[in-house]
């Protein structure tokens, strides 16, 4: 992600919207004829963070009940957690590394990427990481190839690492409570070709791979909404220019109405029955709140960025990116999740 799960700050996966480009749009300016130094030791110091968080929040997947045990012995468990991190680590590198690597390409200032360690409330153990941008990325074409590198980069690491994961599953009853992952129809197109037809009140229960990249898919889905400075907004606008302004305005105000989707789905039954008891704390209520809060990041991103998208140079987009955008967008669709996260 080129600024993701950055939600604290810019969300999981986007990238800042500028780059630092020379006059003529193929470089950074030196105005000494230097090129600017090279950090990396905060970036180094976030990933080892990162790292600890994400095998910490893979033990506490791989043993629930660990979280019971003192801390010194979660701390040795920490090794365990290696067939959730190590996937789902090598699914976010290789999506910042895509911008990156595409940047540099374009000859675009970029940093290494900051990783956001969140253990505990993150379910992934991370934030995603940002990318830092300087000044405006003129081309168009260089702005869908920054912009769609990291997404169509991490689903190729995402996809294989799914199957694996699936395959090693189980379908098993559902039972009467537990969790329920987001369903898209990337993701049921690919439980339906590992199992086949999954019965009535079953479900299939994910090992650590899996669900690490069930977690790539939603990483993706969340840095393709083509709206402010995400990737998908990055996408959007290399492929529809300045009108992709008023597109935004449009899906960025729809993500209130899956917020009103899941409200109505999941407290409306209760409130006509009159259970007010089994309402949840609306504030723990994620599956109602979920939309609503990347509504209103996506709003900050916009504050802090613009309401519209830095514009590029006049140029078309050459053929082979117009079809790059379509499909990066097109797998948005594939990747969509209404619900991201559920409780039955």
């Not at 480009?21 to 976030?46: C, T």
């Not at 379910?123 to 997404?151: E, H, K, N, Q, Y």
């Not at 690919?190 to 690490?212: H, N, Q, S, T």
């Not at 939603?218 to 990737?231: G, H, I, P, R």
Request: aromatic share 12%; net charge neutral; with cysteine.
């Amino acid at each position: 992600m080129s600024a993701d799960p950055g939600s604290e700050g810019p969300p999981p996966g986007a990238e800042r919207p500028d780059a630092l480009e020379g006059p003529d749009g193929e470089g950074p300016p030196s105005g000494d004829g230097q090129a600017p130094p090279f950090r990396w030791k905060a970036n180094a110091v976030l990933f080892v963070a990162t790292v600890v968080s994400v095998f910490l929040t893979g033990a506490l997947y791989v043993s629930p009940r660990l979280a019971d045990e003192p801390w010194p012995v979660i701390l040795r468990a920490i090794p365990t957690g290696w067939p959730f991190a190590v996937p789902l680590l090598a699914i976010l590198l290789t999506h910042e590394f895509g911008h990156y690597i595409a940047a540099r390409v374009h000859r675009v200032d970029a940093s290494l990427p900051y990783f956001i360690p969140l253990p505990i409330f993150s379910p992934f153990g991370t934030m995603g990481a940002v990318i830092a941008m300087r000044g405006r990325i003129r081309s168009r074409d260089a702005l869908l190839d920054i912009g769609a590198s990291g997404p169509l980069a991490g689903l190729c690491v995402a996809v294989p690492v799914l199957l694996v994961g699936l395959w090693g599953s189980v379908v098993a009853p559902s039972g009467e409570h537990g969790i329920l992952e987001g369903q898209c129809l990337l993701y049921v197109g690919l439980k339906r070709l590992v199992f086949g037809p999954i019965p009535e009140g079953y479900d299939v229960f994910l090992e650590p791979m899996a669900f690490a990249g069930w977690a790539g898919l939603f990483v993706t889905m969340l840095n393709l909404v083509a709206v402010a400075q995400l990737d998908g907004g990055h996408i959007a606008y290399a492929l529809f220019g300045r009108r992709q302004d008023r597109y935004a305005r449009f899906l960025h105000g729809s993500l209130f109405l899956a917020f009103g989707y899941n409200l109505v789905r999941f407290v409306g039954p209760l409130v006509i029955r009159r259970q007010w008891s089994a309402i949840p704390p609306v504030l723990l209520n994620v599956q109602v709140l979920f939309w609503l809060i990347w509504y209103l990041v996506i709003l900050v991103i916009m504050r802090v960025g613009g309401a519209g998208h830095p514009p590029t140079e006049p140029g078309p987009l050459s053929p082979v990116r117009k079809g790059l955008a379509v499909l990066s967008l097109v797998l948005f669709v594939l990747l969509f999740m209404p619900t991201p996260m559920s409780a039955y």
